[in-house]
């Protein structure tokens, strides 16, 4: 009857996510229409590289701190001492890394619309910090329709923000992200009423609450910055140094694409987790057991099917959110190669959540070290003397290898530790 209970809500949690993630999907298909539209090619590929600047401060101060929450809240999903030192600690650990993201664009970069830009983009990141707590407080109390209800809010305002710019024929591009600032304005507000509404918040400080957090999260966190390095930022980073800006447009709506559908393992993992947490506390292994199976399963069906329908459909759904000056017709091998990275991820949170709720994050972390070193080491052949297709493909396969290794190893020892 428990197991029966779990699958429900688990089945629910995941649902609703996608169905969430499906309806921001279509608020995002129109958003980036604005966005091409206004900006063009040129301006649209700095918008990427200001994104993707400020997404690795946020990847590095993330620090785990949304999967440790939701481990530990699994226990004690209305524990509101976690929740508030959680939170506390996520805001005084984003201005740090924030502050030495800006502090790079100011010393380094030396373009003020690009600290403007990166300053706007930043604010926004910081919200969606408080935003995930929320969600981690929400996810481990099976109440993840709520979370999904309050990010679709925020797109929708993000949405009419960017379409009050363009249709007043504004040009700027840092105005732009002031869509993005007012959708995490809006997303954070509602997230915090509903956990308010759910549970009793006691706003107590608690270093010791706050260091054990801090000190539990941290394998997790350094895991999530090492696999973002060689599966997102140093891709993006080399690819820089090869395509031009609006070139790298193309690259930009490439990775947005298949970065969205990379996520679809990660609410179905995150969904899980609290319930294989539990499972396993309670030392209940063949349920464990069946719902490591289910997701691997229903995984795999996932993969194939966004490497076939993605790569057959994925140049469509570009051309309508951008005009022929976005897609470069010599780059059409981008968009099946990041498919491809997305499709292997999958089985990489498979793996490594299932590990997580089984306190293996340490010997995960070990092996990431490998991993890094697989993506620089494939990555830095993109330095001798090839043509630029090449050198794209290169950086692309490096992350995939790299992505690749760590989800093959990670299957084995989940195998090994959940045989009877």
């Known amino acids: 009857m428990i197991a029966k209970l ?65 481990r530990k809240m699994a226990d004690k999903p209305n524990d509101s001492h976690i929740f508030w030192n959680a939170l506390l600690l996520r805001l005084w650990t984003a201005l740090f890394f924030f502050g030495m993201g800006l502090f790079y664009a100011v010393v380094q970069i030396e373009d003020p619309l690009f600290f403007v830009g990166t300053l706007l983009f930043m604010s926004s990141l910081l919200l969606d910090y408080i935003t995930s707590v ?98 997102r930022f140093l891709p993006s980073a080399l690819i820089v140094n090869v395509l031009s800006n609006s070139d790298y447009s193309t690259y930009s709506l490439s990775l947005h694409l298949s970065a969205t559908l990379s996520l679809f393992s990660t609410f179905l993992m995150f969904s899980i987790l609290p319930a294989l947490k539990h499972a396993l506390k309670e030392g209940h292994l063949h349920t464990a057991q069946e719902l490591y199976k289910k997701a691997r399963k229903g995984l795999l069906w996932l993969a194939l099917s966004v490497v076939v329908f993605g790569s057959a459909l994925g140049p469509w759904a570009l051309s309508l959110v951008s005009s022929h000056d976005f897609l470069a017709p010599g780059l059409w091998f981008i968009l099946p190669l990041l498919l491809i990275l997305a499709a292997v991820s999958y089985f990489y949170d498979l793996s490594f959540i299932t590990l997580f709720a089984l306190g293996k994050e340490r010997w995960w972390l070990k092996r990431e070290l490998l991993a890094l070193a697989i993506g620089l080491g494939i990555g830095a052949l993109s330095f001798l003397p090839f043509s630029s297709d090449l050198k794209i493909v290169i950086i692309i396969s490096s992350a995939i290898a790299a992505e690749a290794a760590m989800a093959w190893v990670g299957l084995r020892k989940v195998k090994a530790v959940l045989r009877p």
């Open 134 to 231: 929320c969600d981690g407080t929400l996810q481990a109390q099976y109440k993840m329709g709520r979370a999904t209800l309050a990010l679709f809010a925020g797109r929708a305002v993000n949405l009419l923000t960017t379409a009050a710019l363009f249709y007043t024929e504004q040009h700027n591009l840092a105005l732009y992200l002031l869509g993005p600032l007012l959708g995490s304005i809006v997303t954070a507000g509602i997230s915090l009423g509903f956990v308010r509404g759910s549970m009793k918040i006691v706003s107590h400080w608690n270093s010791a609450i706050q260091k054990e957090l801090l000190w539990t999260s941290l394998p997790f966190g350094i895991i999530n910055v090492l696999n973002n390095i060689y599966y």
């Open 6 to 70: 779990l699958r429900r809500e688990i089945a629910w949690s995941t649902f609703v996510q996608i169905l969430g993630k499906v309806a921001q999907i279509g608020l995002g298909f129109f958003t980036v229409k604005l966005l091409t539209e206004a900006l063009g090619a040129e301006n649209y590929g700095v918008y990427g590289k200001i994104t993707e600047f400020s997404l690795f401060f946020s990847t590095a101060g993330n620090l785990g701190i949304f999967g440790n929450m939701v």
